[in-house]
Structure formats: C-alpha cells, structure tokens
C-alpha cells in the first residue's frame, strides 16, 4: 500500500514563500522511479496542474501560471519530494495535492496535467492573505 503524505501547507502574505513536502512510504515504493506531480485546487475552480517530475527523461514541468516561482526538488534518501513555492500571490491558495504514477519509469509526458495518477496525499492547505 503507497502512501503519500504532505505537509508544510499554511498561511503567508503575498510574496511570501512556504516549502511542501510528500513523503512517500509503501513496500519498495521509491519515488525516485516514478513520476511525481502536484496539484491544486482551490474552492469553486477545477483542479489544476502545477507540475510533474520524472527522473527517467530528466524533465520537471510546470503549469505557466508557476513557472519560475515554484521550483521541485527531491531528497531521495527521505523519499521524499519538495514543492518551494516563492513569490506566492493571490491565485496561488489552494489544497496542494501530492501525486504518484504507478507504473515504474514512465515519463510525465507533455499531457502531465491530464494524464491519470495512481497514488495521491490527502492535500495540505495554502492561503495567501495580508
């Protein structure tokens, strides 16, 4: 059974930055062979792609409206992965969601946002108010 749990979520001022983490656990689940995303979704909007990272082609992709503010990273020995989000503004609030796809080694795709995920967290919560 694969887990994801995220944490880190919270309440920050516009420009303001907060660090998601997902933790991931599961007998032999590594998420370093799979692709990673994240997803948001805010109250009356659809759910929206904010990126998805695969260490098999190399490619993280991120949805325009983050690109250059939010940035993946991974620490593998804590299987573990990293959302920073800086310079948050106010279209950023959400429930962020961790996901996993659960076919080893298959890329993201240039369709990573409406491509199907396998595994995802329960969502940690960001506001963004002053």
């Known amino acids: 059974q694969v887990q994801l749990v995220e944490s880190g979520g919270g309440q920050v001022q516009p420009g303001g930055s907060l660090r998601l983490s997902c933790a991931a656990s599961?007998?032999?689940?590594?998420?370093?062979?799979?692709?990673i995303g994240w997803f948001r979704q805010a109250p009356g909007k659809e759910r929206e792609g904010v990126s998805c990272?695969?260490?098999?082609?190399?490619?993280?992709w991120y949805a325009d409206s983050v690109k250059g503010r939010f940035i993946v990273s991974r620490d593998n020995a804590k299987n573990t992965v990293y959302l920073q989000m800086n310079r948050l503004e106010p279209g950023d609030p959400a429930v962020y969601y961790c996901?996993?796809?659960?076919?080893?080694?298959?890329?993201?795709?240039?369709?990573?946002?409406?491509?199907?995920?396998?595994?995802w967290g329960q969502g940690t919560q960001v506001a963004v108010s002053a």
């Open positions: 996901v996993a796809d659960g076919s080893i080694f298959r890329p993201c795709g240039s369709r990573w946002y409406s491509r199907p995920y396998d595994y």
């Open positions: 599961g007998s032999g689940f590594t998420l370093d062979y799979y692709a």
């Open positions: 990272t695969s260490r098999i082609d190399g490619n993280t």
